[in-house]
């Protein structure tokens, strides 16, 4: 066992004004009750760098159970690991592990040799404080702060790298990845979005072990590629992506080599422009519907068949239909996309071309207003046309139609409290000023009931 360095109060920037309150008496119960008691992971490690943590998460020296009996508003959860959710008002969770540690199996010379077996899967066994920050990814990620005292404890050297600005594995990260090439994603998006460099080390071992991203279980990964999207850092992290390779690995038709050649820089230049537009209408505080952001890093590649498939005036509307089935699917299916969101990504890419050949204006359009893609379609163009500099007139004219709330009326959306679905006689009549039916929608492609467009 090790002395962790310790950053007493005066000498690190944490203040308990910016804990989160409910975090904040969690910590403060386990400390009265006689447990150690910790933010640990990245609350530390954004408090320490200015920034608002997305979660406040707990560890501590209390079993899972224990923790149970301290909290009544509490429920241990989880099958690998079991770990206690504290519930708060509005829906808040604050989480609590208990310490852990790398599995047995996983430390010494034994789990070195054979090197395909170095993934995890057994389940982790609880542990000191020090082997709970030995388990976790990046140094930067393995700090604590100690309610006890106010201290920081930094047991892994995340302090300094913090103030050098570097993203590196705690130990060798040809084992730490092989353990969990998720991690390669994850050191490429803490790079991307607190603008750090990677360590030497974990750059190159990036590079001998890209191809391994694609032995991680689908959904993750498939988190860890939406994520940045979401937050507002995704152009960075899919350009450190695709320079490191992983993107490649794991989307070859995205990533470069599996592309059309001649097409390949302009598919990956579209690719990086579309997110550059996403990430700022992000910072703008619009927030995009993961349909959309999907379909911008498809789109590159969507144009890409078309393309090769030849003129589509030739081949009729049902060509885009098929290109869309022939490139989303496969992609959505490696990627274990849920199939709410490949059949919405499928109609957001077929809406995309609608829209461009209908004006907002037109009579034609209350077919469409009624679609429940249309929003994200919408938006999508709109980063198209900032990204490309085409259609933007197209592209103004149908923002300014979502703006003037044309065809997506309020009543589609819940009134606060009311039973959801809202019932019928809440909703607005349809455009001929009937009441609105649970007939099939004319536009709509589903049985679902839907609220026709109230006229422009
Ligand atoms: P954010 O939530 O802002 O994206 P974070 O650092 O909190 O960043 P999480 O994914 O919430 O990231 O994980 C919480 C902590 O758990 C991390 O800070 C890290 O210490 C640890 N951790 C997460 N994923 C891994 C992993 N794949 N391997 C080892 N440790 C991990
Ligand atoms: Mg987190």
Same mark, same amino acid.
């Given at each position: 066992m090790s002395i962790p360095r310790i950053l007493p109060r005066? !000498?690190? $920037? *944490?203040?308990?004004?910016? *804990?989160d309150p409910d975090a904040l008496r969690v910590l403060y119960r386990l400390h009265r009750a006689g447990y150690k008691a910790y933010l640990v992971g990245g609350s530390v490690r954004d408090l320490m760098t200015g920034r608002t943590p997305k979660d406040f998460d707990i560890g501590t020296d209390a079993r899972p159970q224990e923790v149970r009996r301290l909290f009544r508003n509490s429920r241990v959860i989880g099958r690998r690991f079991r770990l206690a959710h504290i519930l708060f008002e509005g829906g808040k969770v604050v989480e609590v592990s208990t310490f852990r540690k790398i $599995?047995?199996?996983?430390?010494? !010379?034994e789990g070195r040799e054979g090197d395909d077996d170095l993934l995890i899967r057994s389940d982790n066994t609880f542990g000191s404080p020090e082997e709970d920050a030995l388990r976790r990814d990046f140094t930067i990620n393995g700090l604590f702060y100690d309610i006890a005292t106010y201290a920081v404890l930094d047991f892994v050297g995340g302090v300094e790298d913090l103030e050098r600005r570097v993203v590196r594995t705690i130990g060798d990260p040809l084992i730490r990845f092989r353990e969990d090439p998720v991690r390669m994603l994850r050191a490429c998006e803490f790079a991307a979005r607190l603008s750090f460099a990677m360590s030497e080390d974990v750059r190159a071992a990036i590079t001998e072990?890209?191809? !391994?991203?694609?032995?991680?279980?689908a959904p993750r990964v498939t988190e860890e590629l939406l994520d940045p999207l979401r937050r507002g850092w995704g152009r960075d992290t899919y350009r450190l992506w695709s320079e490191a390779g992983l993107l490649d690995a794991l989307l070859p038709e995205i990533g470069g080599a599996g592309a059309a050649r001649a097409s390949e820089e302009s598919a990956q230049g579209l690719l990086f422009a579309l997110l550059r537009e996403a990430d700022a209408k992000h910072a703008a505080g619009t927030r995009l519907e993961d349909a959309t952001l999907l379909s911008a890093v498809f789109l590159p590649v969507v144009f890409d068949a078309v393309r090769r498939r030849g003129p589509l005036s030739a081949a009729g509307p049902g060509h885009v239909l098929l290109v869309l089935e022939d490139t989303v699917n496969p992609l959505a299916i490696r990627m274990a996309l849920p199939n709410h969101l490949t059949e919405s990504v499928k109609h957001v890419l077929e809406t995309l071309g609608r829209l461009t050949s209908t004006r907002p204006t037109d009579p034609g359009v209350r077919r469409l207003a009624g679609r429940p893609y249309l929003r994200a379609a919408i938006a999508l163009l709109s980063l198209y046309a900032r990204a490309s500099g085409r259609y933007r007139e197209v592209a103004a004219a149908w923002d300014e139609a979502v703006e003037r709330g044309f065809g997506l009326h309020a009543a589609a959306e819940p009134f606060p409290g009311a039973l959801f679905p809202p019932p019928e006689t809440l909703m607005l009549p349809a455009p001929d000023g009937r009441a609105p039916s649970r007939r099939r929608h004319r536009g709509g492609r589903r049985r679902r009931p839907q609220v026709s467009a109230a006229p422009a």
């Open positions: 005066a !000498e690190h $920037p *944490i203040s308990r004004g910016y *804990i $599995p047995d199996a996983m430390q010494g !010379e072990l890209n191809r !391994e991203v694609t032995k991680s279980a």
